[in-house]
Every structure is written in structure tokens, then in C-alpha cells.
């Protein structure tokens, strides 16, 4: 249980700190950017058309492999969650890899993939509220709040630092 996170949606006047975020990927606009990411690795390889876009496990929950038809004949492009969201379409626009069941969907009228990702924070088990509140409000160094969130983590320093 932590007891920090209410008083850290005080303190920072937020009303929750649960997110949801929409959007809409056009085939085009998935297309363009895996021919960007695969001009970056000087792949000349044919992408063709968008046909198809589905994950590899069951949603809700955090994506673990996307998958891409197109139409060039044997062209299946296959992404881990955190490659298609970072490397692919970009974190400004795609704001998570844990996805609402269903999604990616087909949005007709907008001839779009619906995507919509939600969360609380950076899904490494530390909430980014509480942790302020325990800095802020009770004066808790870095090492005590990583304990509190790492229980059984060791944390120590893994360079030297050099005055030179």
C-alpha cells in the first residue's frame, strides 16, 4: 500500500493520477515511419500497404509484440511494444504501451488505427506522485525512496567518480 500518493495529488493540485490517451495512426502514416526507421538501418526493403495491424497478447495490458501485414508479398514487420511506441510511431504521439482491449481497432470514418493507451505512470513500479510527496512534504533522500518502492533492490555505485 503507499501511503504518499494522495498527499502528492494534493500537493501538486491533480485531480488523479490515472491517464488516457487517444489516437489515430492512418496505414500511411505507420508505412512512412517504419520506412523511416528502416532507411536509418539502410534496409531497402519494400514495405508495400499497411493491411493489418494486431498484437501478439491479450489486451487490456502492455503490449508485448505488434505485428504489421502488408501487402508486399512476405513483408510481416514484428515490433516489441517499446520499439513500435519509441523507434516507430514516437512517444510524443503514442504515449504508452499499455493498450485498451481491443486496439489496435479499425476506425472506419477516419480510415484510421484507433489506439488507446492509459496508465499511471512509467509502469516500472515507482509512482512519480508519491515519490514527489515523499521528497517534498517528509524530506526522503533518493535511496530512501527507491527503498520503499524496491524493497529488496541493493542500490550501490557502479563508477568512480573522478576529480581530475
Same mark, same amino acid.
Given at each position: ?16 493520477? $490515472?491517464?488516457? /490517451?487517444?489516437?489515430?495512426? !492512418? *496505414? ?29 497478447? *491479450? ?7 505488434? /505485428?504489421?501485414?502488408? %501487402?508486399?508479398? #512476405? ?6 511494444? $517499446? ?7 514516437? *512517444? ?5 504501451? $499499455?493498450?485498451?482491449?481491443?486496439? *489496435? ?15 499511471? #505512470?512509467?509502469?516500472?513500479? =515507482? !509512482?512519480?506522485? %508519491?515519490? $514527489?510527496? =515523499?521528497?517534498? @512534504?517528509?524530506? =526522503?533522500?533518493?535511496?530512501?525512496? @527507491?527503498?520503499?518502492?524496491?524493497? /529488496? ?12
Amino acid at each position: 500500500l503507499d501511503p504518499y500518493c494522495l498527499e502528492g495529488i494534493d500537493a501538486l493540485d491533480k485531480r488523479s493520477t $490515472y491517464w488516457k /490517451h487517444e489516437v489515430f495512426l !492512418s *496505414p500511411k502514416q505507420v508505412k512512412d515511419s517504419i520506412r523511416h526507421w528502416l532507411d536509418e538501418r539502410k534496409d531497402k526493403r519494400n514495405i508495400g500497404f499497411v493491411q493489418d495491424i494486431t498484437v501478439s497478447n *491479450p489486451l487490456p495490458g502492455r503490449v508485448k509484440n505488434i /505485428h504489421i501485414l502488408t %501487402s508486399e508479398q #512476405g513483408a510481416e514487420f514484428v515490433f516489441s511494444g $517499446y520499439e513500435f511506441r519509441n523507434d516507430i510511431i514516437g *512517444p510524443k504521439i503514442l504515449r504508452s504501451t $499499455y493498450w485498451e482491449k481491443d486496439c *489496435p481497432r479499425w476506425n472506419e470514418e477516419r480510415k484510421s488505427y484507433h489506439i488507446v493507451s492509459y496508465g499511471r #505512470g512509467h509502469g516500472v513500479g =515507482m !509512482s512519480q506522485v %508519491s515519490a $514527489y510527496a =515523499m521528497s517534498k @512534504l517528509h524530506n =526522503m533522500s533518493a535511496r530512501q525512496i @527507491l527503498g520503499f518502492f524496491y524493497e /529488496h533492490a541493493e542500490i550501490s555505485r557502479r563508477w568512480k567518480v573522478s576529480h581530475e
